[in-house]
């Protein structure tokens, strides 16, 4: 019995080649590090574009890389393509 | 990380414009940049760059430079490490950075590195450069983005694609990013007027004064010193250890002042070089590159080619938009396509929305970032046709932007839904601005512009340490590239309750922080500031427990005010309030040095909007353009220091106006850059400018304890369409290229007649 | 290649130096004498950072040999201060912020202190068009146009 919460997570568009068009997944995680391990669990296709760096927008606030940063059913949460800057 | 209460008012030190620390030796010549240390004992290295667009590099002979009076040593890739190696996608970034810091068996572009010699002096340097012959076997080149799509483009390097490519496009295109929302049929169908164009924008360069050089040394024994100019000495440091099997913490790097990098310098090119040298030669090497190879071997930023289709109601209101970017970035992935896109219609808030970017590969040099890179570029083809829908349906352009305006709660363009963000106060205050009003000369054009960036935060170590008679040591990790120790200092000042005068801010070396990521991203005042108030906070939570020991009573029943420590309330006690300077006189004897600190990867850097005018005169007899009027409005959530603020704003329009009017990379036939220089790559010359207006609006970002917002690299997105916008009233006809130099304007005329 | 002795003077004083006939005064002047003020950002004469004056007049020392300094007068950014304090030109870049990176600004300042030794009452034009062979990358110039204007008034004032 799992004791995380579901939480959803929406994926941009050029991603539904992996998740067989799915461009919202739900995962049970506490945590973005919990959320992408869970998405890479659901749509192993999504492992490189995870591993290789992705950011992650909960409610508009941008998570550049931090795993630790909590996630909760009521987040509107966003994968997002990893930032930098020049 | 929870977020701090917000302070944004009530300030001592933030806000006002005090000198800069390293204002007197800057006016004085003493300042040290990269190319101007030396040691005892030090050799000159200088790179044998390809004259080739793309070449099989056959053999390489260096007997006759070897054999020169003076030269010490000579490398070729077969110095580097072979156990980095190549793999499509971010894995394979370390091989990419090696193979553009010393070719293998190819040169991918004109002025590609394939070997490098140090000798005694520059000039014997040189003259054994000349002295390495290598044999090429010329190979079919492309510099062109859209030819480099075609079928029967030549194949730069096979087994670089992505997985997220479509089947069937060419091996060239590496990446692909597609993201967007809602129902763009139904949206267009919406529509009184749908536009769609075609745009494009030429490759700049960040053209800091400047050149790459540093000065390295490397022992036998794998200890290595190195001083250079970038703008992150932390990854030069990883970057170097990687190429040349070094460990990490063995390399100490040092960064110099620096002499602009825009960008630029958050690459590294020419310091393996010079560690590899060092290494065979066993003595210091020094490599200054010179302002051709600047051109021909460092970053650019990436060309794109661009279709944008937008639709919009007689009321001004956008039903939808959509775009397909298209960007080179040189020989290797890496095109900054995926914020091209992102950041295109981030302005807008919009029912159905859809953008597609490429990166592409051709044989140029591998591009490096430019100040908010992809998207000044975006927001060219976007507030173009912005523009052109508000002329042909009578409408303003402000109250038209101000009518789609993102805010807080819609949802944006790239997915998520906003924050609290500035635009509509940006829009609101060019809308009030005097220059919106002024009328027009005869043969001027007025145009606008928004503009987008992401903000970033990154790794962020920061020391404090509080000297005996009270003065503050602050070491930060960001090399300051626009002022920051200035800015540091104040936010130091501000949180312990001291003069600006008392707190020295210096630039650590690696050896004395943890790591910090790069000065990019506009994050230097976000989160190096963040980091130092953080450390403040942590030196005075350190100050208040001695101020409570010496008076035996509890720790939280001290509060810090005014630079003192004093009783919080009554039941305190009846104290002195107990200032800085007299508890750190007596700190080695009351628990030892007070030093306070920061660790960590903040996340709350929040986004930036800004929004231009520009008036333009364009002399149709010979197709110059001139600036007659330009003033910025952009969102800094909170000035630390005004003065620089203005010069990050100022500094982005002139950059912008030069991307506008007259800079790109030209190539001929051949592949061969053939304007390698200040004089045939113009930049913007103060004869060329106006004054440049800057209105610093204060939208408080949450993620930071004074609500502070990058401003480095949003200044530079809108110039581009702005000017295009302008030029394009004043010529009555619309410019679709840049840059809009003479020729172009007279063709463009010429068709229009 | 044998070298060349030359005898000139820089900032006031005599100094004398050996090279190769090759060099120009910007090397003699960096890498012979140590005096690292003046800079090369491209070694063409486009971009004014080696800016000097030899014998009152403003040049670009990278397109200078070493060995047409002798005899000379030559001044450069290290010579515009006295032993007791700045040039109000050095005070008022500082304050105005008027350099954002500092790499122009050795350059700019020996051109503008030329200027204002010719011209103490220069129009914003006149001062644009002087400068206007010293690149900057950092400021748009607006600032560096203001303090240079300014420092001008603030000169005649005081003369």
């Known amino acids: 019995m799992s004791l995380k919460p579901v939480v959803k997570i929406h994926l941009w568009s050029g991603l539904r080649a992996f998740t067989g068009g799915e461009d919202v997944v739900e995962v049970e995680a506490a945590t973005i590090g919990e959320l992408l391990n869970g998405l890479v669990a659901r749509h192993p296709g999504l492992e490189d574009i995870v591993e290789s760096g992705v950011s992650v927008a909960i409610d508009g606030k941008v998570i550049a890389s931090g795993l630790s940063e909590a996630v909760a059913p009521e987040n509107e949460i966003w994968l997002m393509q990893r930032l930098k800057g020049g | 990380m929870a977020l701090d209460s917000l302070k944004t008012d009530g300030f001592k030190q933030i806000g006002t414009r005090p000198n800069r620390p390293d204002g007197l030796d800057k006016v004085t010549g003493r300042a040290l940049y990269g190319a101007d240390v030396t040691a005892p004992g030090m050799l000159w290295g200088v790179i044998v760059r390809s004259p080739h667009a793309h070449a099989k590099i056959v053999k390489i002979d260096t007997s006759k430079a070897e054999a020169m009076d003076g030269v010490k040593a000579v490398v070729t890739r077969a110095d580097f490490s072979d156990a980095i190696q190549p793999a499509a996608g971010p894995r394979g970034e370390m091989w990419n950075v090696l193979e553009n810091v010393m070719a293998g068996d190819k040169a991918l572009y004109d002025g590609h590195a394939v070997a490098a010699v140090a000798a005694t002096s520059q000039l014997a340097a040189r003259d054994a450069a000349k002295a390495i012959v290598v044999e090429y076997e010329v190979l079919p080149h492309v510099t062109d983005v859209d030819k480099a799509m075609a079928a029967d483009a030549p194949v730069i390097r096979e087994g670089a694609t992505e997985k997220s490519v479509p089947e069937g496009m060419h091996p060239n295109v590496v990446r692909y990013h597609e993201s967007g929302h809602g129902d763009l049929e139904a949206g267009f169908a919406e529509a009184d007027l749908v536009i769609e164009d075609t745009f494009k924008t030429e490759a700049t360069h960040q053209g800091y004064i400047e050149p790459h050089a540093c000065l390295g040394t490397l022992g036998g024994d794998g200890k290595g010193e190195l001083w250079c100019c970038t703008q992150g000495h932390w990854n030069v440091q990883k970057v170097c250890a990687a190429l040349l099997g070094l460990e990490t913490s063995q390399l100490r790097v040092t960064a110099s002042e620096i002499g602009g990098g825009f960008g630029g310098k958050t690459a590294v090119f020419i310091e393996p070089v010079a560690l590899a040298l060092s290494r065979k030669a066993n003595k210091p090497v020094k490599i200054v590159m010179n302002r051709a190879d600047v051109f021909r071997a460092t970053g650019p930023t990436a060309s794109t080619s661009m279709d944008i289709k937008i639709g919009m109601k007689k009321d001004g209101t956008i039903t939808a938009a959509s775009g397909l970017f298209r960007c080179q970035g040189g020989a290797f992935p890496g095109a900054p396509m995926e914020f091209t896109a992102m950041c295109a219609f981030a302005p807008y808030n919009l029912q159905a929305v859809k953008q597609t970017g490429f990166d592409v590969m051709t044989n140029r040099p591998k591009q490096a970032a430019y100040r908010a890179p992809g998207s000044p570029m975006a927001a060219f083809a976007v507030e173009s046709v912005i523009d052109q829908l508000c002329n042909q349906l009578g409408l303003d352009p402000i109250d038209t932007r101000l009518k789609n305006a993102s805010r807080e709660g819609t949802q944006a363009s790239f997915g998520p839904k906003w924050d609290r963000i500035g635009l509509v106060e940006t829009l609101e205050a060019a809308k009030a601005h005097p220059h919106y009003s002024e009328p027009l000369k005869e043969g001027q054009g007025r145009g606008v512009s928004c503009g987008f960036w992401f903000n970033h935060g990154g790794e962020t170590a920061v020391s404090l340490a509080l000297s005996e008679d009270g003065t503050v040591q602050l070491a930060v990790g960001t090399p300051d590239i626009g002022g920051s120790r200035a800015s540091m200092a104040m936010m130091a000042a501000e949180e312990l309750g001291i003069p600006y005068e008392n707190v020295r801010c210096t630039i650590a070396d690696t050896a004395t922080l943890g790591y910090n990521e790069i000065s990019h991203g506009s994050r230097v005042t976000y989160a190096s500031g963040l980091a130092t108030i953080k450390a403040a906070r942590d030196a005075v939570k350190k100050l208040c427990a001695r101020a409570a020991a010496k008076w035996g009573i509890e720790e939280d029943a001290v509060k810090w005010e005014d630079g003192c420590a004093v009783p919080s309330g009554p039941n305190a006690g009846d104290h002195e309030p107990l200032p800085l300077a007299k508890i750190t006189a007596k700190m080695g004897a009351t628990g030892g040095p007070i030093v306070g600190h920061f660790e960590a990867t903040p996340e709350g850097a929040g986004v930036s909007f800004a929004t231009h005018i520009v008036d333009a005169e364009v002399d149709k007899e010979t197709g110059k353009t001139t600036i007659s009027r330009y003033t910025v409005v952009q969102d800094a959530g909170k000035a630390i220091h005004p003065t620089y603020v203005e010069g990050q704003f100022q500094g982005g329009a002139a950059q912008g106006i030069g991307w506008a009017l007259n800079e790109e990379y030209i190539y001929g036939e051949d592949g061969r850059l053939q304007n390698a220089g200040f004089l045939d790559y113009r930049i913007p010359v103060a004869s060329d400018l106006p004054m440049i207006d800057a209105v610093i609006v204060e939208v408080p970002n949450p993620g930071h304890p004074y609500g502070v917002r990058g401003v480095g690299e949003t200044s530079i997105c809108p110039p581009l369409a702005a000017i295009a916008n302008a030029v394009s009233a004043a010529a009555g006809v619309r410019l679709k290229q840049l840059p809009m130099s003479p020729p172009r304007i007279l063709a463009a005329l010429g068709t229009h007649d | ?159």
């Open chain 3, 1 to 159: 290649m044998s070298k060349v002795h030359v005898t000139t003077h820089i900032n006031g004083d005599e100094v004398d130096f050996l090279c190769d006939p090759r060099e120009t005064v910007l090397d003699v002047l960096r890498d012979r004498l140590g005096m690292t003020g003046a800079k090369e950002g491209c070694g063409t004469g486009d971009c004014g950072a080696c800016s000097v004056t030899v014998d009152g007049r403003l040049v670009c020392s990278c397109l200078m040999l070493g060995v047409e300094a002798a005899g000379k007068e030559i001044t450069t950014v290290e010579g515009i201060a006295t032993e007791a304090e700045l040039h109000p030109l050095q005070q008022k870049f500082i304050e105005y912020a008027a350099l954002q990176c500092g790499i122009c600004t050795p350059g700019i300042l020996v051109a503008a202190k030329n200027l204002l030794e010719r011209n103490p009452d220069p129009t914003e034009s006149e001062v644009r068009y002087w400068l206007a062979g010293n690149l900057c990358r950092c400021t748009g110039y607006d600032k560096i146009i203001r303090a240079v204007m300014d420092t001008a008034a603030d000169m005649r004032e005081a003369s």
